[in-house]
């Protein structure tokens, strides 16, 4: 029986990394779109690079992208690669536009085109429904994009629903709601906290890590967050993509909301870090209004009952233990 093989856009990122693992221990033939750039950010496929086949290629170019498909010719594309930070699409909205939105429909079109019995995944997000018009949110629930990238993402959903049914492609979204884990990008909420934590714990007064408006992340002992009242939907990034392939195995495609079904606010995260590891998070978090989102979106907390039902997948990793992985990460690598 021949291998199903795999290619994956973003591999070199904390989805991309998850999903390569899981596939790989599938019996997967996996390979990896990755940019061609001076600074080749390998860290979270580094202990399975000698198990993929890393082809460069750009979602800004159609001819790349075209050549990478006929030469992997796989059975299933995952689009995972994207400008996902909500804030940095304000600063970078027409950036945003081309890879998280545009980019996504270059490599659906590449695969239709190359092959169009090629099952095709889109990774959509719950910041598609920015201003939420109802809680919990579900498949039925209307979108209400709230910033540039939540903008982008609902183009590149909308435009894979409509290959799906104009031109009868297996194609499907996962609405992913907030997951986390410690291969994400340390502009990341979560990855800010739980890296303040464990500084604290070590005593760490000034990080090496600088945030986006090139500080350190932690100066002087304390961290500067936004809005604390903010409430995400956190799941762990390693139990998500066994729900992207779970949609990629059914007879016809679908859209599914991937999430918890639980809500915790910024405040809630500090306190469970910093009890983590013993310490007062009032004592290391300071607010700074710079770090306040143009437009707040909330509360997203994801309905993820047809995933349960359809798929049988449900989320693995609690809270409390999502952020405990990675304080631990973090207190590994300052070591």
């Not at 995944?121 to 429904?129: I, L, N, R, V, W």
Request: aromatic share 10%; glycine share 6%.
């Amino acid at each position: 029986m021949n291998k199903k093989t795999a290619l994956i856009t973003g591999v070199t990122g904390q989805d991309g990394s998850y999903l390569a693992e899981f596939l790989l221990k599938k019996g997967y033939k996996v390979a990896g779109l990755v940019r061609q750039t001076s600074n080749l950010a390998y860290a979270n496929i580094s202990h399975i690079q000698h198990d993929l086949d890393l082809i460069q290629a750009d979602l800004l170019d159609p001819v790349c992208l075209r050549e990478a498909i006929q030469k992997v010719k796989p059975n299933e594309v995952y689009n995972l690669a994207s400008q996902s930070h909500p804030s940095e699409s304000f600063r970078q909205p027409i950036h945003t536009a081309e890879i998280t939105g545009i980019g996504a429909h270059r490599v659906l079109d590449a695969t239709y085109d190359v092959n169009p019995k090629t099952k095709f995944y889109q990774a959509s997000s719950s910041e598609m429904y920015g201003w939420v018009r109802e809680i919990p949110q579900n498949e039925d629930t209307p979108f209400n994009p709230a910033n540039p990238y939540a903008a982008a993402k609902l183009y590149a959903h909308s435009i894979t629903r409509i290959y799906r049914a104009s031109y009868d492609m297996f194609a499907c979204c996962g609405i992913l709601f907030n997951h986390e884990s410690p291969r994400r990008h340390l502009g990341f909420v979560t990855q800010k906290v739980t890296y303040a934590a464990a500084c604290a714990k070590l005593g760490v007064k000034n990080s090496e890590h600088l945030n986006e408006e090139g500080e350190p992340i932690v100066k002087g002992g304390k961290v500067a967050l936004g809005n604390l009242q903010a409430k995400r939907d956190w799941g762990f990034a390693g139990d998500y993509v066994e729900a992207m392939y779970l949609m990629m195995q059914l007879e016809k495609p679908d859209d599914f909301v991937i999430a918890t079904g639980e809500t915790h606010t910024i405040e809630e995260l500090c306190k469970e870090a910093f009890d983590y590891i013993g310490l007062n998070w009032k004592d290391h978090v300071v607010v700074d209004k710079r770090f306040v989102r143009p437009t707040e979106t909330g509360p997203l907390v994801g309905d993820a009952s047809k995933a349960k039902k359809i798929l049988g997948w449900t989320p693995k990793t609690t809270f409390r233990q999502l952020v405990a992985l990675m304080v631990d990460a973090h207190l590994a690598r300052l070591k």
